[in-house]
């Protein structure tokens, strides 16, 4: 299967600071990263959508303002969680689409704790 | 919205065992994917589906061709490393990337 990278695996940051988490697909290009986040409670939220050569897609729920994300290639995407607090806690995950099926491929994903 | 249906939401198995889990969409969908999460986060696919079935080991996974509203994942011979929670998910009605995800079936197997 492809290979998804995240980076940082973990992190710690104040309530009212930002992070910034990156996303890298190896040995093959994207068609489409998604964000998801998934909460303490074990269930996913999708943030936004970025497909090549289409503008990202926000969810309900989720800004550009609070995660603005980068997706300067088809290999690599970054978000941002700006202004963090308690209820931005959890797994985010990124999900790479290689191709026109469904399938999805994710990275091992960013703890973010805030304190 | 589309909703996805997860069973059991939690299983334990002694090694050896076999067992199945199983998902259910409120309505047709296109696909089904299978994962397993570790205890560290990371979300492993297992299978990807369009119809039919897959083996992949001790791992076999089904997905109803007919009406497209069920699929289930297979345990042969349960092992240790089995243990995490099983999710499946399927591509939202609309067309785009977005998956929606169960809410898991957490497996422990024990010696």
């Known amino acids: 299967g492809a290979l998804v990278y995240q980076y940082p695996r973990r992190t710690i940051c104040k309530s009212g600071t930002s992070m910034r988490m990156e996303c890298q697909a190896v040995?093959?290009?994207?068609?489409?990263v998604a964000w998801y986040r998934q909460s303490p409670q074990k269930t996913f939220e999708l943030i936004a959508l970025?497909?090549?050569?289409?503008?990202?897609?926000?969810e309900q729920n989720f800004t550009q303002e609070k995660f603005p994300i980068s997706h300067p290639n088809l290999s690599f995407s970054s978000m941002t969680v700006l202004n963090a607090y308690l209820e931005d806690r959890g797994l985010y995950l990124c999900?790479?689409?290689?191709?026109?099926?469904?399938?999805?491929?994710f990275g091992p994903g960013t703890r973010l704790t805030v304190l | 919205g589309d909703q996805v249906e997860q069973s059991p939401s939690a299983l334990s198995l002694h090694e050896g065992t076999d067992s199945a889990l199983r998902c259910n969409f409120t309505t047709t969908m296109r696909s089904v994917q299978w994962f397993r999460q570790n205890s560290r986060g990371s979300l492993i696919s297992l299978f990807y589906l369009a119809s039919g079935t897959k083996e992949n080991g001790r791992l076999k996974s089904a997905f109803d061709s007919k009406e497209r509203r069920y699929s289930t994942l297979h345990i042969r011979d349960a092992q240790l490393e089995d243990s995490g929670t099983y999710f499946c998910a399927a591509p939202n009605q609309g067309g785009s990337a977005k998956l929606i995800f169960g809410e898991g079936t957490k497996l422990t197997v024990s010696s």
């Open positions: 970025s497909t090549v050569n289409s503008a990202i897609k926000y």
């Open positions: 999900g790479v689409r290689t191709g026109a099926l469904y399938e999805q491929y």
């Open positions: 040995g093959f290009q994207a068609t489409s």
